[in-house]
T-cell receptor, first 115, second 115 residues
Framework: DAGVTQSPTHLIKTRGQHVTLRCSPI?????VSWYQQVLGQGPQFIFQ???????GRGNFPDRFSARQFPNYSSELNVNALLLGDSALYLC??????????????FGNGTRLTVT | QQQVKQSPQSLIVQKGGISIINCAYE??????FPWYQQFPGKGPALLIA?????SEKKEGRFTISFNKSAKQFSLHIMDSQPGDSATYFC??????????????FGRGTSLIVHP
């Protein structure tokens, strides 16, 4: 079975630019969530979508936005990139959000470097 | 404000030894407590999880101990093996106003098991 796939795997951008990260969930999973993992830290929650509706938003600036498509894939967009946005961006899918009966399955992430 | 505190930051054990990682939380509304294992270059993978109505859960060499009154939970890895060398994250999930469970992760523990 295909796991959660993310693209691209690596990305280098310049300050002020815009970036779009993509995620395809496991087949049958209707929830996708996004996390930022800075080196040496745990993942920080950014967004969660279920059935194309936003169900949760973490403490991130409005430069961060996301959406979920009818096929349940998702995009994370970041505008006006800052050096501090350099991180591993993880996508996770689940049946209906993170719970005992609906655990998260993570992709291997997109490594974003902002110079 | 860090809602899930994880310790130690790093841990070195000998092959065959017991690895113990501890986490403490503040919000009593958390109701799902998973542990994740992450290898370099990979996304986190669910290892084992527990609900707060259970004091202990064991799966193979991995055991979660949960103390609801103390708001603490821990991961025990018995007979630790070099292949267990990875970063381990505890997490706690809460049902949000948006209608979905949102996780908060600890900062991670880097485990090294010497042969």
């Amino acid at each position: 079975d295909a796991g959660v796939t993310q693209s691209p795997t690596h990305l280098i951008k310049t300050r002020g630019q815009h970036v779009t990260l993509r995620c395809s969930p496991i087949s049958g999973h209707k929830s996708v969530s996004w996390y930022q993992q800075v080196l040496g830290q745990g993942p920080q929650f950014i967004f969660q979508y279920y059935e194309k509706e936003e169900r949760g938003r973490g403490n991130f600036p409005d430069r961060f936005s996301a959406r979920q498509f009818p096929n349940y894939s998702s995009e994370l967009n970041v505008n006006a990139l800052l050096l501090g946005d350099s991180a591993l961006y993880l996508c996770a899918s689940s049946l209906e959000g993170d719970s005992y009966n609906s655990p998260l399955h993570f992709g291997n992430g997109t490594r974003l470097t902002v110079t | 404000q860090q809602q899930v505190k994880q310790s130690p930051q790093s841990l070195i054990v000998q092959k065959g030894g017991i690895s113990i990682i501890n986490c403490a939380y503040e919000n009593t509304a958390f109701d799902y407590f998973p542990w994740y294992q992450q290898f370099p270059g990979k996304g986190p993978a669910l290892l084992i999880a527990i609900r707060p109505d259970v004091s202990e859960k064991k799966e193979g060499r991995f055991t979660i101990s949960f103390n609801k009154s103390a708001k603490q939970f821990s991961l025990h890895i018995m007979d630790s093996q070099p292949g267990d060398s990875a970063t381990y994250f505890c997490a706690a999930s809460i049902f949000s106003a948006g209608g979905s469970y949102i996780p908060t992760f600890g900062r991670g523990t880097s485990l090294i098991v010497h042969p």
